[in-house]
């Protein structure tokens, strides 16, 4: 009954957030926690690896974390603007799991200036989220998790406050090596606006599967994201029906594991929105793959990534695990 009810939850949130087009605040919460999600295209829901950081992107795959994880990230993104963030899990009884996660970006100090371009001082921006996750098995295939959200920005004197929850399904067989989930992000509102008029969220759908081949050392990913922003034509011409494909194709992030250990994988990802988004003159160059590996030696798990999310400039992302 559980599992109905939150499959149910999660088809009419779907159709509930399809209206939900336009402009957005907080567009920080889109960046990658993990590093693996980062290296496979910038997103991914169905890796159930015991890794802290996916469960951020899916809370449903907390239920494969182990007791007592503590985890530590940061990521260097635009001209000197840095993103850290960290998880702590515990597990709460045989079948619940708890986590709390923070994330803080620094844009740095910039010169206030009056009209007449008199310098009046300095001021900073920062972005924060505190996010409460739980997750919970359904049976020995089903997992469900939500997570809650505080997020907070301030730019100089203006600032806002606001509440988000996701929520995340996950399906896996262990005897095919498949995984599917779904997930709803970032559902909520604003509690304080910048100004008189309030924005939402950056409001997302997204399916994924994963499935591990029996023998080779592969995993392949599959994720749809954006799924609450569809751009269809009612044309039939052919030039139309071709920009729609495009559109169409924007939806999906391709991503592929090496696995030459339990321990170790090298992972390489395609993200099709982003090498469209990131054209100049027509020439996208790299824009849109990304890359990574990581190992684990014992209680401890390192994982690396690097990324374009901005035409002029790369990203590294690293991520510091411990089994405490």
Request: charge should be neutral.
């Amino acid at each position: 009954m559980k599992k109905q009810l939150l499959i149910l939850l999660l088809f009419c949130l779907s159709l509930a957030t399809q209206a939900q087009n336009g402009t957005s605040v907080f567009k920080f919460l889109e960046l990658p926690f993990s590093s693996h999600a980062s290296a496979l295209g910038g997103d991914n829901i169905s890796i159930n690896d015991n890794d802290i950081t996916m469960a951020i992107h899916n809370p449903a795959l907390l239920s494969f974390v182990s007791d007592k994880t503590l985890n530590m990230n940061y990521m260097s993104y635009i001209d000197g603007v840095g993103v850290g963030s960290a998880a702590f899990s515990n597990t709460l009884g045989e079948r619940s799991v708890w986590a709390v996660a923070a994330q803080y970006v620094n844009y740095g100090n910039f010169k206030e200036t009056s009209a007449e371009d008199i310098e009046l001082g300095t001021f900073s921006a920062k972005d924060m989220a505190f996010s409460g996750i739980y997750s919970y098995d359904l049976s020995d295939s089903w997992s469900g998790g939500v997570t809650t959200k505080m997020i907070y920005s301030t730019y100089e004197k203006y600032s806002s406050f606001a509440i988000g929850v996701d929520l995340g399904l996950n399906y896996y067989n262990e005897n095919s090596l498949f995984s599917a989930s779904i997930v709803a992000r970032n559902l909520g509102g604003q509690i304080k606006a910048f100004d008189e008029s309030r924005e939402s969220l950056p409001v997302d759908l997204l399916v994924g599967i994963t499935k591990r081949l029996s023998h080779a050392p592969f995993r392949m990913s599959v994720t749809m994201h954006n799924l609450t922003n569809w751009n269809s034509s009612a044309s039939t011409s052919t030039e139309e029906k071709e920009k729609f494909s495009k559109k169409l194709m924007n939806h999906f992030i391709f991503g592929v594991d090496f696995l030459p250990t339990e321990t170790t994988y090298v992972s390489l990802g395609y993200n099709c929105k982003r090498k469209s988004e990131m054209q100049v003159n027509g020439i996208s160059g790299w824009s849109g793959m990304a890359l990574g590996a990581g190992i684990q030696i014992k209680r401890l798990k390192i994982g690396t990534s690097y990324a374009k999310f901005h035409p002029s400039s790369s990203s590294l992302l690293f991520n510091f695990a411990m089994t405490l």
